[in-house]
């Protein structure tokens, strides 16, 4: 199993750029596998893995998730195709729906038939990072058109999905998924069995999945839980992770992290690695004073 770093999902991991790319070096200096970026409402996620990947040699890089709504997928398959030659050609992809909270409320666009919109999105973006033509008109989205990117190698594509008709289109049209909020019960029982079906079902290979989860290494368990709990709150709020907490049989997002002293941490990781799971992207998130630094390097001593 790789492991990775997710950066900007916790307070102890949000960088202004430069700090960004600072971080960026050490972990790639430490031989991580992977350093996956969240688009909320700080830096473009796309755009920050460009200035990182022309920064570094080596590691990987994706997005965890850039939402579709707001960005033509033949738009974003323009940037992320210019983010790819950047990189040179270690950029993942990660799309996501985003939430109606966002989406909605925040953009003021249509949130009906979410999967609707994803396979339509697919139907797009994915013949577009292949270096193919798109020639696709949907109820929701049209484009006809192709892109010259010369010498840019293809991207790698990943769909957040966590209910079944969003893992049948991450395995029949993507590489795999990427997940948050999600355990790894519920990654062996319900996220891989269903993507893998529709993987085989297409002819496609093995999937991804990348299992996002933050990681606290501490020797006050109880408070790390209490602290997670007030800090990450709203995941366990939003429908779609509340829906994956409750498959799980957990409370809360402080119940799922993997949190506590070297044993119980490396325990932690090693049930993700049970579940099946391809990559373990880990969000650092601290309490008390301890800092990021005792977790990083227990994760560094994990990698294979």
């Not at 270096?131 to 957040?160: I, N």
């Amino acid at each position: 199993m790789r492991i990775g770093l997710f950066a900007g999902t916790t307070p102890d991991t949000t960088f202004d750029l430069d700090g960004l790319v600072t971080f960026a070096k050490d972990v790639e200096q430490r031989e991580f596998d992977t350093l996956w970026l969240p688009n909320v409402f700080g830096l473009d996620a796309v755009g920050a893995c460009a200035i990182i990947g022309w920064e570094t040699d080596h590691i990987e890089l994706g997005t965890a998730v850039t939402p579709t709504y707001p960005r033509h997928p033949a738009a974003l398959a323009q940037q992320v195709m210019t983010t790819q030659a950047a990189c040179g050609g270690r950029f993942t992809l990660g799309i996501g729906l985003s939430h109606k909270l966002v989406i909605e409320d925040m953009y003021g666009l249509s949130y009906a038939h979410p999967a609707a919109h994803m396979d339509e999105y697919l139907q797009i973006i994915a013949p577009l990072l292949r270096g193919e033509a798109a020639d696709f008109e949907g109820k929701q989205l049209t484009a006809k058109l192709s892109l010259s990117m010369k010498g840019t190698p293809t991207v790698p594509l990943l769909v957040a999905a966590l209910g079944p008709a969003m893992l049948k289109l991450a395995g029949t049209c993507a590489h795999g998924t990427t997940t948050w909020m999600t355990g790894p019960k519920t990654i062996e029982q319900h996220i891989i069995p269903t993507i893998a079906e529709a993987a085989t079902a297409a002819g496609h290979p093995d999937p991804r999945i990348v299992c996002g989860l933050p990681v606290c290494l501490t020797s006050d368990a109880g408070a790390a839980r209490e602290h997670i709990a007030k800090s990450l709150q709203i995941y366990g709020m939003l429908p779609s992770y509340r829906a994956m907490l409750d498959r799980e049989g957990v409370e809360g997002p402080a119940d799922l992290a993997i949190v506590g002293d070297e044993q119980a941490v490396r325990a932690g990781i090693a049930r993700v690695r049970d579940a099946g799971a391809t990559d373990l992207n880990a969000a650092i998130i601290t309490a008390g004073d301890e800092g990021v630094g005792p977790t990083l390097d227990l994760l560094q001593s994990e990698l294979a």
